[in-house]
């Protein structure tokens, strides 16, 4: 049987019947995404301050570095998005160079760790560790 309504001469489809337990079924589900999906915005909403609160950070500390001492040298500076690969000490690592230096390939002989600017500016205290959770009056 199919649903439909018809009032001053339209006919509006409403639709197939359902029971309302799978209705509810089904509601239930919709509800459980999408409060997956807002779960998961607000961790990368949180995620953005953080980085936020990183660079925001960095160019205070620039600023009062250079107010003390000056304009740095052009090669001082560290530019921003960086990476850092980090290994153990006795991991022989090979490197190849493009001719215009766009693209560089590491090997290394032994496990290796990636770290971007964000993980170092966290563990350099930009973030005054509120990636962790743990405050304090510092």
């Keep these: 049987a199919v649903v439909s309504t018809q009032s001053t001469g339209e006919i509006k ?7 309302s337990h799978q209705e509810c079924a089904q509601l239930e589900v919709h509800k459980s995404e999408v409060q997956q999906r807002i779960k998961e915005k607000k ?5 953005l301050m953080l980085q936020l609160i990183a660079y925001r950070t960095l160019i205070q500390r620039n600023r009062e570095l250079e107010e003390r001492t000056g304009p ?18 006795s991991t022989q690592i090979g490197l190849e160079v493009a001719d215009d230096k ?37």
């Excluded at 961790?43 to 995620?47: D, G, L, S």
């Design 13 to 19: 489809w409403k639709g197939l019947p359902t029971n």
């Design 43 to 47: 961790k990368h909403a949180q995620e």
């Design 72 to 89: 740095l040298p052009e090669n001082a500076a560290i530019k921003v998005p960086f990476i850092i690969l980090s290994t153990g000490p």
């Design 102 to 138: 766009t693209e560089y390939e590491f090997t290394f002989n032994e496990l290796f760790e990636i770290h971007n600017e964000i993980a170092i500016l966290k563990k350099m205290g930009f973030c005054y560790n509120l990636d962790t959770g743990v405050y304090g009056s510092e």
